[in-house]
Structure formats: C-alpha cells, structure tokens
C-alpha cells in the first residue's frame, strides 16, 4: 500500500519539483543586472568556490543563511559591548557635569565679586584714553596757538637781536593771528578771542620793536657799500606789513639822508661842512669853477652823481624786493580798521609802485642839496650879463632836467627846481637879447659903404654860430628840433635880418638888392652847416632868389638904358609880326632913319664893355659867382629883347619888299644892322 502510494505520489512529487526549478529559473532569468540585490547575490557567488557535489549545491542556501546568523550574533554580541562602553560613558558623562556644575557655580561667585572691579577699570580705562586725547589736543594747541616764553622773548625784549629767530617768531606770530579764524568759528568765542588778544599784542611789540631796530640801522646806514645789509632789507620787507611804520621809516630815512647829501654837497661847494668841518682832501667847486658855466656844472654834475648813488643804492630794496613790500602794504591796509571808519569801504590803497616809491624816495633825499643847487645857479644867471653864456646855462641845465625826468619821473621836485631854472635862464637869456637889440638901434640907420653885411649881423650871426652848436650837442625831448629851436631863432636872428632888410629898403633898389643879398648868404653860411635848419635855410634861400631876380631885372633894366635901345625896345615888344601893326612901324619915332642910326651907334659903343660895365654894378656882391649869374640873366633877357626886335624889324623889310620898295638902303635892317647872334657873342 505504501509502495503503491509511493509510486503513486513519485510523478506527483517529480512534475512539482520540475514546476519549481522552472519557476526558479524563469524567476532568475527574469532578474535584472541592474537590480542591486541581484548584482551583490551574484557577487558573492562569484566570491566563494561552489562545491562540486549536487548535496553541497542543494545546501547552498542552508549554508548561507546558517553563515548570516553567524555573523548577526557576533554583531550582536558586538553591540553588547557597545552597551557596555556606552553606560560607562554615561556614568563619566553624569561625573563630569557634576564637577562643570560646581566649577559654574564657583564661577559665577567669581564674577559676581570682580564686576565692580572690571566696571570700574573700564571707567579708569575710558578716562585715560579721554586724558591722553586731551593731552595730545594741548599738546597741538600750544605748539600751533601758543607762544612759549622764550619765543615771546625773542620777539618783544630790546635785549634780543632782530635776527632770523626773531622773523622766525613774528611769522609764527602772524600764523597764530591768522588760524585764530578757525578758534572764532566755534561755538563758545572766548578761547580764541583771548588767544587773539594775547598774539596780537605781542605782534604789535615786535613790530614795534623791529620799527625801533630799523631806524637805528638806517640812521648809520652806509650807501656807499651797494650791497644793501640782508637784514635790513628783509626788516623792511617785514615792517611792510605795518604800513604806517613803514611809511615813518622811510620819512625818518629820507630826514636823515637829506641833511647828509646837504652837508656832502655844501662840503663839496665850499670844502668846509654845515657843522664847520673842514676836509683838506677836497677841492671846493667855489674855488675850482674858473667861469659860471663850469661852476654851474660842476655843481649840476655833483647833484647828478649824488643822485645817481643814491638810486643804485636803494634799488636793491625797493626793486629787488618790491613785489614782497607791495604784498606787505597791500595785507597791511586791507587789514587797516581805520580805513573802514574813514569811509574807504575796505579798499585797498592804489598798488605799490616801487620804481616810483623807489623815484620818491631819492627825490626826498636829494631836495635839501636841490634847493641849495637853486639859490646858487639863480645867483649865477642873475649876475651873468652875456648873452652866449645865458643861453649855455639854459641848455646845460635843459640837459640835466632831460637826465633827472629819465632818472626819477616827471613828478620828481628835483626836476621842478630844474624846470623852473631852464625857464629863468632863457628868460635872462631873451632879455640879455632883446637889450643888445636896443642898444644897437643906432646901428640900424648906418649903411656900409661896401653893402656888406652890418656889424651887428655879422656879431649876430657869430652869436646865432655859437648858439647852434650848443643846441646841436645837447640833447631835446623833441622829434622836429627845429620847431624846437624855432623860438630861440626868432630872438637871436629875427631881429637882426629884419633891421637889415629895414636898411635895404632905405637904399636904391640896386644897392638895397646887394646889401640884402650879402646880409643874406652871410646868414646862409652860418646856418648851413647845421642840418637841423632846413625849413628857415630854405627860407632864406627863397629870399636870396627874389633879390636876385630884382638885380637880374636891374642888370636888364641896364642893358636896355645903356645901350640905348630902351625906346626901340620898349615900342617892339609888343608887336605881332604876323599883324597888320607892321605896317604902322614906320610912323614910330624911334625907327625914323636918323633915330635908328643914332641908337645902332651908341648900341656899337656899348657893347664892347657892356659886360665889364653891367659886372661893375654888381662889384659889391660878396658871391661872385651870383653877381656873374644875375648880369648873364640881365643879358639874356636883354638879348631876348634884342630878338624880337629883330624878328619885328626883320619883318617890316620883308613887308615893305613885297609893297614894291627895292631900295635897300631904306631899309630898317639897313640902318640897324647888328644881330642877335653878335649881341651874345658881345655880352659873354
């Protein structure tokens, strides 16, 4: 029965069998590579060597899983010991806080008994951060809005020398005046109006006392080293600053300067000093000037080189440093409250000049010496009574007032005194002239008996010589020198030509014509050797070729007259020759036969020494050259003359041949015979 169950059940048994293994290995079939499960079975198959027999194959899984639970009690026998370690960490954990918690409450005792403390460390802390701020603010302070005693010392004690420290000083003094601004601008005033206060104070002193210094120094300054002291032009420099100071200096300089340039010049005058000092070195210009040009001279040239001395000497300051003194003035005024109160609305002075503060200054200096020069040179011209002499004065003194206008300006008072003297000696000049001319009224009505030039033109013109050259050298402000010297012709020439041209016309208009002309080429020789006269030579030149003119129509007049064809002549010389007066010829007197003979002989007896005797009247002109000239003239208009007589005479023949007269004898060309070739060939 059991075997029959057996066997029946064995196909049962094998067809499930065989329906797992298929079921197993479509399900491994279907498994994916990418599975993560399957990749590690796989793996560790892969790991481990598969044992060759079905049973150990059949096993596997049995192995397997007997191999986990191996492995999963030593991992929790693992984790038992973790345990372990763990509770006795626990326990270490619970002694610690234990002890941290102690330790906390310690602690915070601590802190509790030390926060006073800390507070007020903090507070001593904050406090010298707060001490050591304000020391370093003083600090500042004092070094940029304080001066220390030394400092003020140095800058206000007469015992203390104004040398670089002490401009060190006052520029730090002036700084501090200057940054007081910004004390100003704070909210509580007081700090900086106190430090303002004090500085300005101590500013005022040392200006004071760098006043005081400079006019020690400049009281012993000596102009004659050109190298001014560095310390006293930067002093100045400085003092700018202080116009009124400033201004007092150089009054106090130029006070001082006056009175030495005085004494210098009186002791170069007399040899002998205001004070009474004598100096044997020097030659005294009283002694030494032999004539009043050269006295005046030479004290001109003293003036001019005391002048010139003191110009160089002083350039230094005001030129070399005159941009930092106009800076100065210009910083002092517009600081200046009493221009505000004095209505100047806070403008500022016009801009320093220092080339005319520079003129200014020299011109104060020198005006003591300048008014000396004055009382001496109006002596000079009062006294003089020669007229050259007036006139040199006058130009040697335009001379220098030309120097001085150059040197110091047109505002200078040196170069008003020196206006004023040119002015009073031209006057004494034009005086000294105009009396010479009175007294030479006599000499106005006496004719040389040569017609030559007068005494007094020719002393005239020796004067008028004299004059010129001394013009000539000197030096004249104006472009057209002539009209410059024009007034000063019109009184030393004018006169005189005028008497001698009134004297000429007193005289036979011959002798009038030569003694005019001499006067003339006397006055043309003198003013022709100086080029600057060209209008008034021209003048005289215009003048000369009238008189000739009037002699060559004398010379004419004498050819007509003497020749005795006056008549003829004058009948003639109107005729037309191509005009029916031809024919009323014959009915004229003076070409009625005996008439016309008469006139062809005297004509025959003239000629030979016509020439001799025309040149004879003219023997008095110094020119002989003019006197040849105004009787060829004379003869030429007198052969002219002769010509159209000639033509008119020469005429009435043709005519009278053509009326049928061929009597030839009867002719008036047969009468009168001469030509006009012949008359010029006579008269040369």
């Known amino acids: 029965m059991d075997d029959v169950r057996a066997l029946s059940a064995s196909p049962q048994s094998a067809l499930r069998g065989t329906n797992s293994l298929s079921a197993k290995i479509t399900s491994t079939l279907s498994s994916s590579h990418a599975d993560a499960d399957f990749r590690d079975a796989l793996a560790l198959l892969d790991s481990r060597a598969l044992p060759g027999n079905a049973k150990a194959r059949r096993n596997l899984r049995l192995d397997m899983q007997r191999k986990v639970m191996v492995s999963n009690a030593g991992i929790i026998a693992d984790f038992g010991h973790v345990a372990e370690h763990l509770e006795s960490i626990r326990t270490t954990l619970g002694q610690v806080n234990s002890i941290y918690d102690d330790i906390r409450q310690q602690l915070v005792g601590v802190h509790t008994a030390t926060i006073p403390v800390l507070n007020d460390s903090q507070t001593m802390l904050r406090q010298r951060a707060n001490v050591e701020n304000q020391q370093r603010l003083l600090t500042a302070f004092q070094s940029r809005f304080v001066l220390t005693d030394d400092e003020v010392a140095t800058l206000i004690s007469t015992a203390e ?22 004390l100003l601008g704070l909210e509580d005033q007081t700090l900086g109006l106190d430090v303002m206060d004090q500085t300005s104070k101590h500013v005022n002193m040392a200006f004071q006392k760098l006043y005081k ?18 310390s006293i032009r930067r002093a100045i420099r400085v003092l700018s600053e202080r116009p009124s100071l400033f201004q007092n200096c150089l009054d106090f300089f130029a006070d001082a300067r006056q009175r030495n340039l005085s004494d210098s010049f009186q002791l170069a005058l007399t040899g002998t000093s205001t004070g009474g000092r004598e100096d044997p070195s020097v030659k005294p210009i009283e002694i030494a000037a032999h004539d009043p040009l050269r006295y005046v001279g030479d004290m001109l040239a003293w003036i001019h080189s005391a002048t010139v ?53 020299v011109d104060r200096d020198i005006s003591l010496a300048a008014r000396t020069l004055r009382q001496r040179v109006e002596q000079v011209i009062q006294s003089n009574e020669d007229t050259i002499l007036a006139y040199k004065i006058a130009t040697l003194l335009g001379f220098y007032r030309f120097t001085f206008a150059r040197l110091l300006g047109d505002d200078a008072i040196l170069l008003e005194i020196m206006l004023n003297l040119e002015g009073e000696a031209f006057r004494q000049f034009r005086s ?6 009175a007294n030479l009224q006599g000499d106005f009505q006496q004719t040389p008996s040569d017609l030559g030039p007068p005494d007094f033109l020719i002393d005239a013109l020796k004067q008028l010589e004299a004059i010129l050259q001394t013009y000539e050298t000197s030096v004249s402000e104006s472009s057209d020198r002539e009209a410059d010297f024009e007034p000063t012709l019109s009184e030393v020439f004018e006169p005189f030509i005028s008497g001698a041209e009134g004297m000429a016309r007193a005289m036979p208009s011959v ?14 020789a003198t003013l022709k050797a100086f080029d600057f006269i060209t209008r008034r030579f021209r003048s005289l030149e215009e003048k000369l070729e009238e008189e000739t003119t009037r002699l060559s129509a004398c010379q004419h007049e004498f050819f007509r007259t003497e020749s005795g064809l006056v008549s003829i002549l004058d009948a003639l010389k109107d005729i037309d020759t191509s005009s029916s007066d031809l024919v009323s010829l014959e009915g004229l007197p003076c070409l009625q036969p005996d008439a016309l003979s008469h006139a062809s002989q005297k004509l025959d007896e003239f000629l030979p020494s016509a ?37 008119v005479l020469d005429k009435a023949d043709e005519l009278r041949a053509l009326a049928g007269d061929q009597d030839e004898s009867s002719h008036l060309r047969a009468v009168f015979p001469r030509t006009t070739g012949e008359i010029r060939v006579l008269l040369k």
């Not at 403008?347 to 220092?354: G, T, V």
């Not at 000294?432 to 001319?437: A, E, M, T």
């Not at 004879?616 to 110094?622: A, H, W």
């Open 161 to 182: 020398p104004v040398d670089d420290d002490f401009f060190t000083v006052l520029a730090k003094a002036k700084k501090i005046t200057t940054d007081c601004e910004i």
């Open 213 to 230: 210094w400079v006019q020690r120094n400049l009281k012993s300054l000596n102009l004659d080293n050109p190298q001014l002291n560095p």
């Open 309 to 361: 001395g003191e110009h160089e000497a002083l350039e230094v300051l005001f030129v070399s440093d005159g941009g930092e003194i106009a800076q100065g003035l210009h910083n002092g005024k517009a600081t200046d409250i009493w221009q505000y109160i004095e209505g100047d609305n806070g403008a500022a002075a016009d801009d320093f000049d220092a080339l005319k503060a520079l003129n200014d200054l």
């Open 432 to 437: 000294l002239v105009r009396d010479h001319i």
């Open 511 to 524: 002798d009038g014509s030569i003694f005019m002309a001499n006067c003339l080429l006397a006055a043309m």
């Open 611 to 647: 020439l001799m005797d025309a040149m004879d009247n003219v023997r008095s002109l110094q020119d002989p050259g003019i006197a040849r000239l105004v009787t060829e003239a004379g003869a030429e208009r007198f052969c002219r003359d002769f010509e159209q007589a000639e033509n």
